[in-house]
């Protein structure tokens, strides 16, 4: 029983540290939504573009909330969503985060 309460502790906690600790790459690493191209369709569903390439997105896109704080972050790899997603509330709240 005492095993299973440390393990439960454990668990708990390593948790809570890894929300606590969201990976927010600095602005000069973020493409917004706004300036991002998307086409529909595909093996993969919908894959993005930063405006004026044809090579498909690697990296973060972002998007804002017209107060002007963040309302979502995302990894892309080759266009398509991989990797680590945060949302935010109005006011710059986490709400949610997932892979």
């Given at each position: 029983m005492k095993k299973l309460i440390i393990?439960?502790?454990?668990?708990?906690?390593?948790?809570?540290?890894?929300n606590k600790n969201s990976i927010i790459p600095p602005e000069s690493e973020m493409v917004s939504m706004n300036d991002a191209t998307v086409?529909?369709?595909g093996k993969y569903g919908q894959r993005y573009f930063k405006d004026g390439s044809n090579e498909p997105y690697t990296g973060w896109l972002s998007a804002r909330y017209d107060n002007g704080n963040l309302e979502s972050i995302s990894q892309f790899k080759n266009g398509y969503g991989n990797?680590?997603?945060i949302n935010f509330d109005p006011d710059g709240r986490k709400e949610s985060q997932g892979t």
């Open positions: 393990l439960l502790y454990l668990c708990y906690f390593s948790g809570y540290a890894q086409i529909y369709g990797g680590i997603w």
